[in-house]
């Protein structure tokens, strides 16, 4: 079946009925909701109807069909546009639910929000995320069809679509993530930019004067522009071209207008982001030649048409199987592997060759036991791919062997820096370059995709450019790992610009996003377990550039315990200690002996992830922090905010508020007070 061509239409009048309906489904949402942006919808409507009528590969009946076309929506304020085309070609959205847009409880909220409505790949609204997840999609499809296609079987073979605004592309976000998908030749990534040349506020002529289309030819996309915005046959040739273009990226620009057919706000930033206004609507449906009555009207004929979508996606689909069944057939244990990778499941056995870390009084990094830890992982986990913000050598993030993600035809390159192993779209080291904010977004298009388990690294201090996707990531719930390094001023001579304070405290405020800090070595191969297992939620592990002790565990508890947050690594006699002390182990530990040759008895107490300590069962979280102990003391190399919720008002954090300074990592850590001498006296201080 040639899904590129199984709707089009001679009748010119039924296109028009098609996206018109779709203007005026978004149209009536907005202004009965008195909220929400119609310009983008009633603009875009003609580009977002021939792709999805004419070209996009989709199963309405089953939305997470594993080789559907990715769709991307990336100016998500336009998002009645989306759920007016989920609703009429199938999906599982009724009528009643576009009436409820941006209601309490509806699944149709003021921005598009995966996991909320059937049918929408990612959640979008800050403007370039999407853009960048787009990337990450279109990585994941040439990923895992290198991997798992054979001549004969492209049981992955389907393309990654996006609308794509002006506000989009001004975002630093989408220029880090279009450089680099230039870069690595992303031939199945189509975007239609809406080039409608007004902002929220005003007319881009403004602030964004640019070639737009020279721009992303720079990059290395191939660009094409339609100069009428409802040309359908424009837009459809523009399509066919880029799909036929397999070495780029294609960028169609679409002059469009927004608010079109309005009579008073059309090309006005008014139509941006506020209803029409009855009176307008009113004029703008006469103006179109729609009926003004009743609201939501859906022409028969056209809600016929876009129907169709329905039985072509249950027939794609069923293809798709049938090809899948003779794959199975043909390479019953590659299939039985592809099969693993759809269900993101974790093989048998493959944590076996995590490493245990002997006890060592000078230790090692937490980085560097990671960089073990995942390499001892790597070669049973085929959907384990990531990389770093050019920082390999520093985050120990590097898989060895296990190639370079890179295009073909790259042989004259300078390679240096390159892990090795197969070179292509089969690799799993990714190279984001000095381009966090887009490793952020693009990670979240590698997990959303489905089929990888996507991991990203830089230094604790640079989180900062990822905390957009990083919130997007936890409010969809997706398997990101983050691998942040260099976590404290311990990591010396850099100083304050290097050196985080309040990260941790800002990683720790955001909702659905677990923050493992291990203590130790074998801590950190817990920590690995954990964030491999999590499944349903981002991970960030904060990790040392200095070498800590590796703890004796014959002589403590456990490093298991990790998995409830917190635990008793060392205890007082019959559990009664003086004081509590948390955090960091190796120097809290040092300062217990030092406290019981005072007579003075410690428990301590590590506690590598609030997260988890506070998900468990208020019983377990008394029994590591005994209510009748009020002498406490945090010790954190870290802004001293949010820990008084565990140290009580009679306790006492040492912690830094105030930035770093550049010297010696002992140096540093001795002059703010990270010292055995002076974590004793505070806890003392707590007795008298």
């Not at 018109?20 to 942006?37: E, I, M, P, Y």
């Not at 492209?154 to 002006?166: A, K, L, Q």
């Not at 049938?322 to 944590?351: H, I, N, T």
């Not at 377990?620 to 009748?628: G, T």
Request: contains cysteine; glycine residues 10%.
């Amino acid at each position: 079946m040639n899904v590129a061509s199984s709707t089009m239409t001679s009748d010119p009048a039924l296109d028009n009925e098609c996206i018109n309906t779709l203007r005026f489904l978004s149209v009536d949402a907005v202004q009965k909701a008195d909220s929400g942006h119609p310009g983008m919808p009633m603009g875009a409507a003609s580009m977002g109807y021939v792709l999805w009528t004419r070209f996009l590969k989709h199963n309405p009946a089953h939305p997470e069909w594993f080789d559907r076309d990715r769709f991307v929506l990336s100016p998500g304020h336009g998002s009645m546009l989306l759920y007016s085309l989920l609703h009429l070609t199938g999906y599982d959205l009724p009528l009643e639910q576009v009436k409820q847009f941006r209601e309490w409880g509806s699944i149709t909220p003021g921005h598009p929000e995966r996991g909320v409505t059937p049918g929408v790949e990612t959640t979008t609204g800050p403007l370039g995320q999407g853009f960048g997840n787009g990337v990450g999609l279109a990585m994941a499809e040439a990923h895992l069809a290198a991997c798992h296609n054979r001549p004969g079987f492209e049981i992955v073979n389907h393309f990654t679509y996006g609308i794509v605004s002006d506000g989009d592309l001004m975002e630093g976000v989408a220029s880090e993530a279009a450089s680099l998908a230039g870069h690595l030749k992303l031939g199945k990534l189509i975007y239609l930019y809406d080039d409608n040349h007004v902002t929220l506020s005003a007319g881009t002529d403004l602030t964004f004067t640019e070639d737009r289309a020279r721009r992303f030819e720079a990059y290395g996309w191939h660009t094409q522009s339609v100069a009428d915005g409802n040309d359908l046959a424009a837009i459809d040739t523009a399509l066919r071209a880029a799909r036929g273009e397999r070495q780029r990226p294609s960028l169609i620009l679409v002059r469009t207008h927004i608010g079109y057919g309005s009579p008073h706000k059309q090309d006005s930033f008014e139509a941006h982001g506020s209803p029409l206004g009855v009176d307008e609507v009113r004029l703008t449906k006469q103006k179109l030649g729609w009926p003004t009555e009743p609201p939501f009207y859906i022409l028969e004929q056209a809600r016929g048409h876009f129907s169709k979508a329905i039985e072509r996606g249950k027939l794609a689909e069923t293809q798709w199987r049938d090809k899948l069944s003779a794959y199975a057939r043909a390479f019953p244990d590659l299939a039985m592997g592809f099969q693993q990778v759809m269900r993101s499941e974790l093989p048998a056995e493959w944590d076996r060759d995590i490493p245990v870390f002997p006890a060592d009084a000078k230790g090692l990094a937490t980085r560097v036991a990671a960089g073990k830890v995942m390499n001892a992982v790597a070669s049973r986990l085929p959907a384990l791919i990531g990389g770093s913000a050019d920082l390999n050598p520093s985050t120990y993030t590097a898989l060895s062997g296990l190639g370079d993600f890179e295009p073909g035809g790259m042989n004259g390159c300078d390679k240096q820096g390159a892990v090795a192993g197969v070179w292509g779209y089969a690799g799993r080291n990714l190279y984001f370059g000095v381009r966090e904010h887009a490793m952020g977004a693009i990670l979240n298009g590698l997990a959303a995709h489905g089929g990888t388990l996507p991991f990203g690294a830089t230094f604790l201090i640079f989180s900062d450019y990822m905390r957009p996707p990083m919130r997007l990531a936890a409010l969809m719930g997706l398997h990101v790992i983050y691998v942040f390094t260099h976590d404290s001023i311990a990591l010396g001579q850099d100083g304050p610009t290097h050196q985080p304070v309040e990260q941790l405290a800002g990683l720790r405020a955001v909702p659905d996003l677990t923050v493992i800090r291990p203590g130790d070595a074998n801590e950190t191969a817990v920590a690995w377990r954990v964030a491999l297992e999590a499944r349903d939620h981002p991970v960030a592990l904060v990790l040392t550039r200095q070498n800590v002790a590796t703890l004796d565990r014959s002589q403590v508890a456990a490093a298991e315990g990790l998995r409830h947050g917190a635990y008793v690594l060392a205890d007082a006699p019959n559990s009664r200690p003086d004081v509590i002390l948390i955090a960091e182990v190796g120097l809290i530990m040092a300062a217990r002996q030092k406290l019981q040759d005072q007579k003075v008895v410690a428990r301590v107490v590590s506690m590598p992830s609030w997260e988890l300590f506070d998900a468990q069962p208020q019983g377990y979280r008394e029994q590591v922090l005994l209510p009748s102990v009020r002498a406490r003391l945090a010790v954190e190399a870290g802004a001293s905010q949010g820990w008084h919720r565990y140290v009580g008002d009679h306790g006492d954090v040492l912690g830094i508020d105030r930035f770093g300074a550049s010297a010696p990592g002992d140096v540093v850590m001795r002059e703010y007070g990270f010292t055995v001498a002076n974590v004793c006296k505070r806890a003392l201080a707590l007795l008298r």
